[in-house]
């Protein structure tokens, strides 16, 4: 019969007993000296300096972090039925570190300012489009919905490495100008909204997002905008601001329903002319090193495209982006200066 030996159970490792009487003496020194110089106050700070001896207690406590609030005013839409409760006064967790800084309103020091271009109007002339997809992979298309060509031509695009958005045709302030078929206008029923825009998402392989084709009307409407940002925001995509009117109200829905979306900053062939497309690139990079960040727009013209080449081969103390970077960071920079003006009281 074997003697059952007991068990042993060993102990953790033992702290040196000097060790803890030099804590504690200096806990005692440091308590003395903050109370000769805070007085009463000192007193306040106790728990806290509890904390500082209870490492257990401490990490237990900060496993559930205090919550801070905000309240945000957002922009708010006209009566009608189609006006959610989101775009009114809510409740929020605090904004993240990036969106209290003052600092986010400033071009990052350090950093090329950036530029991102889109090219419009694309899938009416296979030539013309394919020389556009020649131009560097930062540089995004935005492919009409309707043309024969146009998902072939989008296929190719991504496949080169570009941003590839759809440019939904929506209805003009001028009722003599056609946008084009299955367009968005006013008076549509949210179904027939939706209907149109599932069409024209279809007809554009691996796009991200869509722009405004023509839509200085509809673009104006609240109320006529919100089926279309709640139908982006089910499917995660952009809504970029062609800014076709100064009363654009695209980027404040959009936004207020958790859209990524910015504008436009500069129209880069108004005027059809090298020099005229040479003087609005010149206005874009003097606005991305003002703000950090500029948008253009440009179609596939020949002179455009003439003129964009041989600028993006000489672009120099620059970056080009695409139209997804260039939202992101614009956007970053506009709610910035929103809550650097709130915190200054400006």
């Known amino acids: 019969m074997h003697r059952l030996r007991p068990i042993r159970r060993h102990a953790g490792p033992r702290i040196d007993p000097r060790t803890l009487r030099g804590i504690e003496v ?24 509890g904390n500082l001896f209870l490492p257990k207690l401490a990490a237990e406590a900060r496993d559930v972090p205090p919550l801070q609030f905000v309240t945000l005013s957002l922009p708010s839409v006209a009566p009608g039925s189609f006006a959610p409760a989101v775009l009114y006064p809510v409740v929020a967790h605090a904004f993240p570190s990036w969106m209290r800084a003052p600092a986010a309103t400033e071009k990052p020091a350090g950093r090329l300012p950036a530029i991102a271009i889109v090219i419009d109007d694309m899938g009416n002339d296979i030539g013309l489009d394919r020389r556009a997809m020649s131009l560097p992979r930062p540089i995004s298309f935005a492919f009409l919905p309707y043309p024969d060509e146009t998902p072939m031509l989008a296929r190719e695009g991504k496949r080169d490495g570009h941003e590839i958005i759809v440019h939904m045709p929506m209805q003009a302030e001028d009722g003599e100008e056609n946008p084009g078929p299955k367009a968005l206008r006013l008076g549509m029923t949210p179904d027939e909204v939706v209907q149109r825009l599932d069409w024209a998402l279809s007809r554009v392989p691996g796009n991200i997002g869509i722009n405004n084709h023509m839509g200085s009307r509809f673009t104006q409407n609240r109320a006529a905008l919100v089926p279309v940002v709640e139908a982006l925001a089910s499917r995660h995509v952009f809504f970029f601001d062609s800014r076709t009117t100064a009363n654009s109200q695209i980027v404040p829905v959009a936004r207020a329903f958790g859209v990524p979306s910015a504008s436009r900053d500069v129209f880069l062939d108004d005027v059809q002319t090298p020099e005229a497309v040479s003087a609005q690139l010149a206005v874009l990079q003097r606005d991305a090193r003002e703000h950090g960040i500029a948008i253009a727009i440009g179609h596939p013209h020949a002179v455009t495209l003439d003129v964009l080449s ?12 695409p139209v997804s970077v260039g939202i992101r960071m614009k956007t970053e920079l506009d709610m910035g200066a929103v809550v650097a003006s709130l915190t200054t009281g400006k």
């Not at 200096?26 to 806290?48: D, M, Y």
């Open 26 to 49: 200096a806990f005692w020194f440091i308590l003395a000296l903050a109370i000769g110089v805070g007085g009463e106050s000192a007193l306040s700070g106790l728990p806290n300096l």
């Open 310 to 321: 041989r600028w993006c081969a000489n672009l120099k103390g620059y970056r080009l982006v």
